[in-house]
């Protein structure tokens, strides 16, 4: 294992010795601040609008780094023939691939700490003017929020390391964007799955099941089904199957309004951290197993 | 003698993009023929334990190709390779192995004691080995004032040297330099030389590839000619380079003109510069008829040179005349 953490603290090394990374640090933290002169623009909500703005920073500019610094974590490898050097040693090159995981991964989570730093300071001083009553649940809920941020930035680095173990930085660039979005939207694209099934008579039920119920459900001839709404089922049902649901690591909407809102909305917007790490943690295997499984097999020209 | 590196029938098949560029002209790879590029047929060698082996050959002629096989950097298309009798890839095989690539990159955020540091960590080697091993290491390679350098600041010679240091971090027991000595200038090539053959006596095998001729000529035991993926020639340099002479060198001054006519019909080749002319002349008793008239005709000799046949002369026979390589390996260089 040491072999791995040496190649995770040589991609430490080389993040932390990146210039353009402190450049976007000092842009996230100069935004994080923002929020105190934002907040003047609202009567009472200065709390609400302080943590909007800096969980949304703290989460946008952790992805933007993720996607920047992990496109090229294999590919600058290979480029600049590093590699060469790296795989003629005895070592494995799945340890390879999980070292300059790590790694990035150790980069993200100290540049998260030092964004977090600074937001949480930032609220606790702004809490000795308007005594906010709930802001010791305020910060356990931004806490919250910021760890399952950390964990959707754990499975985004795991797509970009499979993307880069293939592929140019630009177009590993755009795939792990495309994964983003997708996860974003996981939700919205299994409501419009379910939105195709619901539309035909007695689809109803069947709309809350699965893919292959689905499937069958479509392509029973009494239901009037075109090969058009298979294939919309088909391509809806198989993205939000595939990509993951990023909703699962939302954890801001409820660190924003939990104290403003029902009983039933906060059941809605309430999120489970097992869940999310019961979710998490195979996926992101999953996909680091298939990183591994297509690098391993690669010949670097 | 054991041997240490065995290689039967490797073989490698690069397949093509369907659009690729040669010198700036778009090309479409959609045949089989040209969508497929053998760089490496059928590969047979043989590395014995302790001596030094040169792969030498042209750009293209597979060396690169064959060295990657061994380390594991491309898997081969057909064919097997033992390296100390364990098959490709076989990690106990690869800690005994040193590794210096062609044109070297390295991590240039890292300095030079940060990078021997990581790459011993790869091998293996606890904290205190590493401190040991790297001091000695760096003093080796002349590098001891530049340890704390960043890579980014080293020449190229500086890194070659680096590069070395790292194929030598675990004290193996087969080094594999890969054109160790391209792009180097004349004092450079000497160092790296002088590291080879001091390799060569703690023991070590080294297998290296070259188009530098006359240095592979100094160093190595035993080498292999490749050419356009194929092992044309092998063997032992003694055998390969005969003992007999090939040819002539005649050189002349203050020769009257018929004189040298007529000296010229049994020349290879003739050269004029001002008064002095040059004769190559392949045959002992031409040679001798050419001393004669020289000295009947009041001309003087200024030299007269048998010269023996060289590994650039062998490798000329094989690669055959008319390619632009040869036209480099005329200088000693081949392209």
């Known amino acids: ?301 | 003698m054991d041997n240490v590196i065995v290689t039967q029938h490797l073989s490698k098949i690069y397949v093509q993009d369907f659009l690729t560029f040669e010198s700036g002209r778009p090309r479409l790879n959609l045949r089989r023929e040209t969508k497929r590029r053998e760089a490496l047929r059928d590969l047979n060698l043989e590395v014995r334990r302790g001596e030094i082996f040169g792969l030498i050959g042209p750009n293209g002629a597979g060396k690169t190709t064959a060295i990657k096989i061994l380390m594991g950097i491309h898997f081969p298309t057909r064919g097997s390779a033992k390296i100390l009798g364990r098959p490709l890839g076989d990690k106990w095989a690869k800690a005994q192995i040193g590794y210096l690539p062609e044109n070297p990159y390295f991590y240039d955020y890292l300095t030079g004691g940060e990078f021997l540091d990581y790459y011993g960590r790869l091998y293996g080697m606890g904290r205190s080995q590493r401190r040991a091993k790297i001091p000695e290491l760096l003093e080796r390679v002349g590098l001891t004032a530049s340890v704390s350098i960043p890579l980014r600041g080293y020449s190229k010679g500086m890194l070659q040297r680096i590069g070395i240091a790292q194929a030598l971090l675990n004290d193996p027991e087969i080094v594999v330099l890969d054109e160790p000595q391209s792009g180097l200038d004349p004092i450079g090539r000497k160092e790296i030389r002088d590291i080879i053959l001091s390799l060569r006596e703690q023991g070590k095998t080294v297998f290296f590839s070259s188009h530098i001729l006359q240095d592979a000529e100094m160093i190595c035991d035993r080498v292999g000619i490749l050419h356009l993926g194929d092992l044309v020639k092998i063997g032992r340099l003694e055998e390969l380079l005969t003992a007999q002479v090939s040819e002539f060198e005649i050189v002349a001054s203050g020769m009257r003109a018929e004189a040298i006519a007529e000296v010229e019909r049994t020349s290879k080749r003739t050269l004029r510069r001002a008064d002095d002319v040059l004769f190559i002349i392949e045959r002992r008793g031409d040679a001798d008829a050419a001393l004669a008239k020289i000295s009947a005709c009041g001309g003087t000799l200024l030299s007269f040179t048998p010269r023996k046949e060289t590994l650039e002369d062998i490798f000329l026979k094989q690669v055959g005349r008319g390619t632009r390589e040869v036209a480099g390996a005329s200088r000693g260089e081949v392209a």
């Open chain 1, 1 to 301: 294992m040491d072999k791995v953490f040496a190649i995770a603290q040589n991609t430490f090394k080389e993040a932390i010795r990146n210039r353009v990374m402190y450049v976007i640090l000092v842009f996230a933290i100069l935004f994080i601040l923002t929020g105190v002169v934002v907040k003047d623009l609202t009567i009472a909500a200065h709390g609400l609008v302080i943590r909007a703005i800096g969980l949304w920073a703290i989460n946008v500019f952790g992805l933007i780094l993720a996607l920047l610094l992990g496109i090229g974590l294999v590919y600058t490898e290979l480029d600049k023939k590093t590699i060469y050097t790296i795989v003629s040693k005895p070592i494995d090159r799945w340890q390879f691939l999980l070292g300059k995981y790590l790694g990035l991964l150790l980069t993200l989570y100290l540049i998260v700490v030092v964004m977090s730093a600074v937001f949480l300071v930032e609220i606790h001083l702004l809490n000795r003017q308007i005594q906010d009553p709930h802001f010791g649940l305020a910060m356990l809920m931004s806490l919250k929020a910021i760890f399952l941020g950390c964990v959707e930035l754990a499975v985004v680095v795991a797509f970009a390391l499979l993307f880069s173990s293939f592929s140019s930085p630009v177009l590993s660039g755009f795939m792990t964007l495309m994964v983003i979005v997708a996860g974003r939207l996981n939700e919205d694209i299994e409501r419009f799955a379910q939105k195709i099934i619901a539309g035909f008579e007695g689809g109803g039920e069947v709309a809350k099941q699965g893919f292959l119920a689905g499937m069958a459900f479509l392509r029973d001839p009494a239901t009037g089904a075109t090969i058009f709404d298979q294939i919309k089922f088909l391509f809806a049902k198989g993205t939000a199957l595939v990509f993951p649901n990023f909703e699962l690591f939302n954890a801001r909407t409820l660190a924003l309004h939990f104290d403003t809102v029902d009983v039933n909305i906060l059941k809605m917007i309430t999120v489970s951290t097992s869940d999310a790490l019961i979710y998490a943690v195979p996926y992101t295997a999953s996909v680091l197993l298939l990183a591994m499984f297509l690098f391993g097999r690669r010949n670097f020209r």
